[in-house]
């Protein structure tokens, strides 16, 4: 174990020599000009592409990704750290003053039983940092640059703490249909902005649907997404053994193919 913190330690401080190489002034021209604000989308479709590695339960792509993701908390403590606002070492030393603080029933004296109950603690205690930083309220501290399914859900997920939420996934689902009503209502008008409003009232609904359920709206949607690709390349291949395109082809004949590789993946086939 001790030769393998020693390993990590030297792997972390050459990846950092290599950012602030790359930074210098006689680094890389691409490097050299980007800032927080051009970095940070690179640093959330990094995040994604974890996820997404977990989700196919692809280890070494997890291990690339999980690598590129490091890649871009050096790089933005590299950035502060040329501006003297902070640097990678103040970024650990704060995350683990965090962790130790955050569970006292392991590095204190404090005693939880439960992970439900270490849950509760947590969300406990970072509403006391929320309120220490003069955050006010309970949905304060929520990143509007989150995704929005999974903004929504940790909206209502604080606001439920408090009292404020359906009483269960039936009831999501009596909201559902009462969203779905009103969104085709709206449908005559064409009333683009009345249409945007009732459609995200839907979306607001389906992401707490999936809280209720626990599930990750965000993962639902990713799974329905790969879903969707694969079927529809399964329409394209049969048509292309065809010698056809989807555009040579009848939205009937399509849909049957739909059904045909919806059914056969149903059989495990």
Request: overall charge negative; glycine content about 6%; proline content about 4%.
């Amino acid at each position: 174990m001790a030769g393998s913190q020693l390993s990590s330690e030297a792997g972390l401080s050459r990846l950092l020599r290599i950012m602030e190489r790359l930074r210098a002034p006689d680094g890389c021209p691409w490097d050299r000009v980007q800032d927080f604000n051009s970095i940070a989308p690179y640093t959330i479709e990094e995040a994604f592409e974890v996820a997404d590695a977990i989700q196919r339960q692809n280890w070494p792509s997890l291990r690339d990704e999980l690598g590129d993701l490091l890649f871009q908390v050096v790089y933005h403590a590299q950035m502060a750290s040329e501006a003297g606002r902070f640097d990678f070492a103040s970024v650990v030393e704060a995350i683990s003053d965090k962790m130790l603080a955050r569970h006292p029933h392991v590095f204190g004296a404090a005693e939880i039983g439960s992970a439900a109950a270490q849950t509760e603690a947590w969300e406990t205690r970072k509403a006391e940092e929320r309120a220490a930083r003069g955050e006010a309220g309970t949905l304060a501290g929520v990143p509007e640059s989150l995704p929005a399914l999974t903004r929504a859900a940790k909206l209502t997920r604080r606001a439920g703490r408090v009292g404020f939420d359906w009483p269960d996934a039936e009831a999501v689902l009596a909201k559902l249909d009462e969203e779905v009503t009103e969104l085709r209502a709206e449908l005559p008008g064409q009333d683009r902005e009345r249409l945007a409003d009732e459609m995200g009232d839907l979306l607001f609904v389906m992401a707490n649907l999936a809280r209720k359920l626990d599930l990750d709206p965000e993962a639902c949607l990713r799974g329905a997404n790969r879903k969707f690709e694969r079927r529809f390349g399964t329409v394209e291949a049969a048509l292309a053994s065809q010698g056809r395109a989807p555009s040579d082809a009848t939205l009937d004949e399509m849909e049957a193919l739909w059904q045909a590789a919806k059914d056969a993946e149903r059989r495990g086939t």
